[in-house]
């Protein structure tokens, strides 16, 4: 940990800005889900979808992920979310120093809801996410007891 991860570790998560994870297959331009009454979000079978402040969905992983169903574009009256999309434009990432399993304690909360088989082990405590296999659906997200696993802007 550097010092500045330092720092915004005492800074309250509801200053520091925050990554908002969007569906798969959305555009960058949520301008007309303002004006929407949202159908992606009654429709989503996992109750991940939300909206933000403007009224644009976003994915919280909170209770559960991302199965990729589709429904949301299908419903999205809008065209914002367009259908086909197998990937969120996120990245998931396991906090070494908040993981139980990395303070050695026998944890497989996240590898075992993970469809894409992208979490692998470093011997027995050890939880890394394998990049080229995470789809970001934010599964093993709401089933990590301690809150270790973070969604985070990919970059790349």
């Known amino acids: ?82 259908e086909g999309s197998s990937t969120i434009r996120a990245k998931i990432v396991i906090n070494p120093n908040i993981c139980s399993a990395w303070k050695g304690v026998l944890c497989f909360s996240c590898k075992e809801p993970c469809l894409d088989n992208a979490i692998r082990f470093e011997g027995l405590y050890k939880p890394v996410v394998v990049s080229e296999r995470c789809t970001a659906c934010g599964f093993c997200v709401s089933h990590c007891p301690t809150g270790a696993i973070e969604v985070r802007a990919n970059v790349s």
Not at 23 to 39: I, L, N, Q, V
Not at 41 to 58: K, Q
């Open 1 to 82: 940990m550097n010092r500045r991860e330092l720092f915004k570790a005492f800074v309250p998560s509801s200053k520091r800005e925050r990554f908002l994870p969007r569906p798969p297959g959305s555009k960058d331009d949520f301008t007309s889900c303002k004006e929407c009454d949202a159908p992606c979000i009654r429709e989503c079978e996992t109750g991940v979808l939300v909206r933000d402040e403007e009224g644009a969905p976003y994915l919280l992983f909170e209770r559960s992920g991302c199965s990729f169903c589709g429904v949301c574009a299908q419903v999205c009256p809008k065209g914002v979310i367009s």
